[in-house]
């Protein structure tokens, strides 16, 4: 009698422990991937539009020719893909936005005392700052709107190396003896992935009017002019509607694909975290962690990249839990089917047995009412 009780129990707690099991892991997978939130625009620049948007990011070498004079080009190319796909591009409503950047390298950082610092500089363009939504603890972020281009965002670790204060907005601020104005302080991502991508660099973004200056007053030339400048993209980010399935992603091959064919890698920002495109990457997991083509990422997508990894295990291992339930559904149910046609004879012989009492009484009232 134990041993049946005993059996009896197992299967209810394997199945209690599965969904225990699946419902964790999937709280956790949503809040891994929650704190990669630059992938999330999309659902930002939706807002309450009943519209569907997508965000895709393209990452090239820097051998690729793709700078800041072919943004334009591309803009343009992307609204002729949506007029092409009927989406209302005469309201006067912003229908996209992109955002562009390079890594400058490493600068000599100086303020109006007597300390100095080294940081990495990244030139950023585009609404940059929409798509990286750091936390902002003192000041504002700068825009390509903005009549002078000489506003810097700083991370709190070099506001401290450099002034001691994180409330430091309006300061002057000295990048490789360019004289600019600290715009804002942002606090460094608090993931651990992005940690361990960042470093112990401490960072600055700078406009890439800002970045030109650097270059003419460093005496760099370019290779194309000979005069000095700086005006290379390494990425490109661009959230845009997707009136159907996989119209941003095909939009952007086609925008890149041609006149960067090799030197140009795109992601799918929006869905790249969904469960079943994770569990689907497992099978070739290790293709989506090693890559040769030369192309450098910032620091943002290889902790994206960290998550899609760990993410993809994670999905894997809950769908193999979820296979526990759904074998115990499929046992019952093959359970049932052979009960039913086990005692089918009988249940027709106890329903003919039903029907004919029924009929025998209900002639009995009729002849004793007659």
Request: glycine share 6%.
């Amino acid at each position: 009698m134990k041993k049946i009780k005993l059996k009896k129990l197992i299967i209810p707690a394997v199945n209690t422990a599965a969904i225990a099991g699946i419902l964790i892991l999937s709280a956790a997978g949503s809040h891994s991937a929650a704190k990669q939130k630059y992938n999330f625009t999309a659902e930002k620049w939706q807002g309450e539009s009943s519209e569907s948007f997508w965000q895709v990011s393209s990452f090239f070498d820097n051998d690729s020719g793709f700078d800041t004079s072919r943004v334009r080009s591309v803009r343009g190319q992307i609204m002729t893909a949506l007029k092409n796909a009927s989406c209302d591009t005469e309201s006067g409503m912003k229908l996209f936005t992109d955002a562009y950047c390079a890594d400058v390298g490493m600068a000599k950082i100086k303020c109006d005392t007597s300390r100095r610092a080294d940081a990495e500089i990244t030139a950023v363009g585009g609404d940059f700052f929409y798509f990286h939504s750091f936390d902002l603890l003192s000041g504002a972020y700068f825009s390509e709107e903005d009549t002078m281009q000489d506003g810097v965002v700083i991370d709190s670790q070099l506001a401290w190396e450099i002034y001691g204060s994180e409330d430091v907005a309006g300061k002057n601020i000295y990048i490789n003896g360019v004289k600019c104005y600290i715009s804002g302080v942002v606090a460094p991502p608090a993931d651990k992935a992005s940690k361990k991508c960042m470093g112990d660099s401490m960072r600055a973004y700078v406009s890439y009017d800002t970045a030109n200056a650097m270059a003419v007053y460093g005496g760099s030339a370019s290779a194309e002019s000979g005069s000095p400048s700086f005006k290379n993209i390494t990425c490109y980010e661009c959230v845009l509607p997707q009136p159907v399935e996989n119209f941003a992603s095909k939009t952007m091959d086609d925008v890149f694909g041609t006149s960067y064919k090799g030197s140009v890698r795109s992601v799918s920002n929006t869905d790249r975290f969904t469960p079943s495109k994770r569990a689907k990457a497992f099978r070739k997991i290790s293709e989506s962690v090693v890559h040769d083509d030369g192309i450098k990422l910032p620091f943002w997508e290889n902790a994206s990249r960290i998550t899609e990894y760990r993410l993809s295990w994670l999905y894997a291992f809950r769908r193999l839990l979820m296979a526990i339930p759904a074998l115990t559904l499929a046992w019952l149910g093959f359970r049932l089917i052979r009960l039913y046609r086990r005692s089918k004879a009988e249940l027709r012989k106890r329903a003919a047995e039903l029907i004919d009492r029924i009929i025998t009484k209900h002639r009995k009232n009729s002849a004793e009412n007659a």
